[in-house]
């Protein structure tokens, strides 16, 4: 572990803390930086086997023009699309600025999922998200070029499919256009590999408000290094682990992804290691750690200059708020590290944040009351504990509507979460539609349901039914997809959901169907095939399947699936929504 | 290692860390659901270290982990 990998703490950044006040667009950051401070050490990827590549920001930029070299030999002009899956790490970071620098719009995608075994399932999402982006180049590494090199001509919309062994150092390069900062910087396709693609469109004024009205919400300085793993295909990865630290100075370190997942401590010891002060991680990684890394692993382990831990982009539970604590207060963690937040792409990332350096508020409400008339009223015991996810940041406005008039609503009153910045998103990609439902008179309807007491945003449930499991979103649909493809389902007669699990500190996947059989046999079988059917293409397990008669199942009067009420009628099996 | 000490501990790690007991050497882990995506990253990085192998990110997937069976086979497969 680290002791023994030797890893050294960075270097001071030179930038100064208010650098990105200036910039108006992101190339324009990025060269700027690069000529003022290229001797600074940027950006270091770190690996499980403790191999560290260091990284200056002259050599960032000599990476980002090998990637942009490649992307105009093969023909990229100004404002064409192209879809980077890349794990998190030096290649990915290279090619995000490479095609931006060629003029070109970056769009960020899911790398393969080690759970779905079925390449063509991964190559028709990735043909989903090269027709909705309209990109005419992809660019993988061997494993993405591997499985969509076998995809059938045509079927990738005529995108052509780049390696990042093709990029290389030296190569001719145009001159860069100033970019427009209106125009659309990036396209994040952050839902998970399953399912319609929604591609999330931000311009560089919004992502560069976004970046200074965070760091000023919590106090960001060019001396905090920055350590993260979360994949950069998600917001919180490409802001909080990557563009975020970059651009405002911050020594930037990197894990890939899979190298946490299989090694947690590493996350721990590479803080430690580096004098880390932020990072980012959804509330299954904090979980995670407190339940899975052994002493042994972390004999020795100082987690005392640790100042900002956000926990973001899924449900922050209280009691895995407390057992991180509880497990690492020993080795210098402080509580008051801990920094509940909520947002979502739409707004680039999280748009409210507990004030950091204060210890996360839970609100301890009763439950019955929250059910049956949305008041989140306090009570002492048994009741729902929610963890605040902290206060409007700088220009933003939040507000709680009630769902069907939209008129404001009362402290404690539970209601549809929705805002207003200067960093909204410019649109979901060749979607208006949709994007007219969530946004009206310049707010954005977030779909999440919460409640405010003063300032501080509690949320409470999703107002649209996502799946949110280890912060990758799932649409119920596509899991109810799969499991009406199996013989025996009674068709369009199965709903999905999310269950908390306090224990994983994440959801889990929940189902009921209907079925026409009803022989003992014959139903152990078809649970089988649904739970297969699932795993082989949607990637998930499901932990609670109950299979019902007909009529088992609650449609709206429209004929709709009606999931909430569905699985109210099992609490037996999935609890109540609120927990049991 | 010997295939059936693998099967044993693989099997001891599956019982006392996931809480998967009793199950059939066939019986599928991943895509029935038994073990989820964080729990199956965490089974092969048990194997690699009982096993005393590398095994690559690329193959942490049901084609080689869905059974005890293949988890052993693939193992000694890789320890060759």
Not at chain 1, 151 to 172: E, I, K, N, Y
Not at chain 1, 296 to 315: T, V, Y
């Amino acid at each position: 572990m680290a002791p023994a990998l030797g890893i050294e703490a960075p270097a001071p950044s030179p930038v100064p803390s208010d650098f990105l006040d200036a910039c108006t667009t992101l190339p324009g950051a990025i060269e700027e930086l690069v000529e003022r401070f290229p001797d600074y050490e940027c950006l270091i990827v770190l690996g499980r086997d403790g191999n560290e590549d260091r990284t200056t920001l002259a050599k960032f930029w000599e990476r980002a023009k090998a990637a942009q070299a490649l992307f105009e030999d093969r023909g990229l002009e100004p404002g064409d699309h192209a879809v980077l899956v890349l794990p998190t790490g030096g290649e990915l970071v290279s090619a995000y600025f490479g095609v931006m620098l060629a003029g070109g719009v970056p769009a960020l995608s899911a790398a393969p999922s080690n759970r779905i075994s079925d390449h063509a399932v991964y190559r028709a999402f990735v043909a989903k998200v090269l027709g909705n982006a309209g990109a005419r180049f992809v660019l993988g590494d061997d494993e993405v070029v591997e499985i969509l090199s076998a995809t059938p001509t045509g079927a990738l919309g005529g995108a052509s499919v780049l390696s990042t062994r093709d990029m290389r150092a030296g190569g001719a390069v145009r001159a860069t256009v100033a970019a427009d900062p209106d125009a659309v910087a990036t396209i994040q396709y952050s839902s998970g590999t399953t399912g319609d693609p929604k591609g999330v469109m931000l311009s560089h004024r919004a992502m560069l408000n976004y970046m200074r009205l965070l760091r000023d919400g919590v106090g960001l300085r060019s001396e905090d290094v920055n350590v993260n793993w979360a994949p950069l295909y998600h917001d919180m990865g490409l802001f909080g682990a990557f563009l975020l630290p970059l651009l405002c100075g911050c020594p930037t370190v990197l894990i890939p992804t899979m190298d946490f997942l299989r090694d947690p401590a590493l996350w721990l010891w590479a803080l430690d290691g580096y004098g880390g002060a932020v990072s980012w991680a959804s509330n299954f990684a904090y979980s995670l750690c407190a339940q899975r890394i052994e002493d042994h692993e972390i004999e020795g382990l100082d987690l005392s200059k640790w100042r900002i831990a956000f926990n973001a982009s899924e449900p922050v539970l209280a009691p895995t708020v407390e057992a991180f604590a509880r497990r690492f207060g020993p080795y210098g963690y402080r509580p008051e590290a801990m920094t509940a937040a909520w947002g979502l792409a739409e707004t680039v990332m999280v748009c409210s944040a507990h004030p950091v350096d204060e210890e996360p508020r839970v609100d301890c409400i009763d439950r019955g009351r929250l059910a049956a008339e949305s008041i989140a009223v306090p009570t002492s015991s048994e009741g729902v504990s929610l963890v605040a996810t902290g206060q409007a940041l700088p220009n933003v406005e939040i507000e709680i509507r009630e769902v069907a008039t939209r008129a404001g609503l009362p402290d404690r009153h539970v209601g549809e979460i929705w805002l207003r910045s200067n960093c909204l998103f410019e649109g979901y990609k060749n979607d208006p539609e949709l994007t007219a439902q969530v946004c009206v008179d310049g707010w954005l309807d977030s779909g999440d349901r919460g409640y405010l007491v003063g300032d501080d945003l509690f949320f409470v449930a999703r107002e649209k039914d996502l799946i949110v499991i280890g912060g990758e979103k799932y649409a119920p649909h596509d899991v109810e997809m799969a499991i009406n493809r199996v013989e025996g389902v009674r068709e369009g007669c199965a709903v999905a959901f999310g269950v908390a699990n306090p224990e994983s500190g994440t959801e889990e996947l929940g189902a009921v169907v209907e079925t026409r059989v009803e022989a003992a046999d014959a139903l152990a079988d078809l649970r089988r095939s649904v739970r297969s059917e699932v795993a082989r293409t949607i990637g998930l397990g499901i932990r609670r399947l109950h299979l019902v008669p007909p009529g088992g199942i609650d449609k709206t009067t429209s004929g709709k699936l009606a999931r909430r009420s569905t699985r109210a009628r099992y609490p037996e099996v999935f609890g109540g929504e609120y927990g049991s | 290692m010997e295939a059936e000490a693998l099967e044993r501990e693989i099997r001891a790690f599956l019982e006392e860390k996931l809480g998967i007991t009793g199950i059939d050497r066939n019986a599928e882990l991943v895509s029935s659901g038994l073990v989820d995506s964080g729990n199956l990253v965490r089974l092969a990085t048990q194997v690699e270290r009982i096993a005393a192998i590398e095994i690559p990110d690329r193959d942490i997937d049901a084609d080689h982990f869905d059974s005890l069976a293949m988890i052993v086979d693939y193992a000694v497969s890789k320890a060759r």
